[in-house]
């Protein structure tokens, strides 16, 4: 099993430009979340999705949209970047909602200039 | 709301030392509570986890118990090793799906 995938590792953006951070996971979990990971903050929830077709606001949504057409893929959008998204993003999957453990993928570390 | 407060680091120890990282918590209802760990360029792996009052987790040679009547959840490992050098997180949840409220971090740093 590959576990949890994220694409791509490092990625540029200019204010204003879209893009996907892809996220899939071959574990078969209905559970899946994107985080983000900013210095002196820990890791704050942006959205998440207990099944395909069922997605939800976290913490800190503004300027992103997810969407799970499939259990594997759970793909996060950047609509319009901002300087302010600068971070590390980390996708993960559970089986089944916590207490069961969340399976992290290595994360994407955007820059937006 | 859910909060949890994890000791500011960097923490440096010698190898060998004792460890200590304190973490408390803020929660509506009865949370499970959690330690993860994130080495350098990784995301994070589940370190251990307890679900109720006076629960005990263990992993590695690593501990915390959940401790209700002060709200805290510190990890202690008896002699930390280098290779014990990483970002120590805590975090709770009290609800359904899969949504974790963590602390900032503390950076271990464990020399020879």
């Known amino acids: 099993n590959a576990g949890v995938t994220q694409t791509p590792k490092f990625q540029v953006l200019k204010t204003g430009q879209s893009m996907t951070l892809q996220c899939a996971q071959d574990?078969?979990?209905?559970?899946m979340s994107w985080y983000r990971q900013d210095p002196g903050m820990g890791l704050r929830l942006i959205h998440y999705?207990?099944?395909?077709?069922?997605?939800d606001q976290g913490e800190v949504p503004n300027g992103y949209n997810v969407s799970r057409s499939t259990t594997e893929d759970f793909p996060l959008r950047l609509l319009s970047a901002a300087p302010s998204q600068t971070s590390v993003y980390f996708c993960?999957?559970?089986?089944?909602?916590?207490?069961?453990?969340?399976?992290f993928g290595p994360g994407t570390r955007l820059t937006v200039t | 709301g859910n909060s949890v407060t994890q000791m500011e680091g960097p923490v440096t120890l010698s190898e060998e030392a004792f460890l200590t990282i304190n973490c408390t918590y803020t929660?509506?209802?009865?949370?499970?509570l959690f330690w993860y760990v994130q080495y350098p360029g990784e995301g994070l792996q589940l370190l251990l986890k307890?679900?109720?009052?006076?629960d005990k987790g263990s992993n590695k040679g690593f501990e915390a118990t959940y401790r209700k009547e002060t709200t805290s959840f510190h990890l202690e490992k008896g002699s930390v090793q280098v290779s014990d050098s990483a970002v120590y997180f805590c975090?709770?949840?009290?609800?359904?799906?899969?949504?974790?409220?963590f602390g900032t971090g503390t950076r271990l740093q464990v020399t020879l």
């Open positions: 993960a999957s559970s089986y089944e909602a916590v207490p069961y453990e969340q399976y």
């Open positions: 574990m078969n979990h209905e559970y």
């Open positions: 999705s207990v099944g395909a077709g069922i997605t």
């Open positions: 929660a509506t209802g009865y949370p499970s």
């Open positions: 307890a679900t109720k009052a006076d």
């Open positions: 975090a709770l949840s009290t609800g359904t799906a899969s949504k974790l409220t």
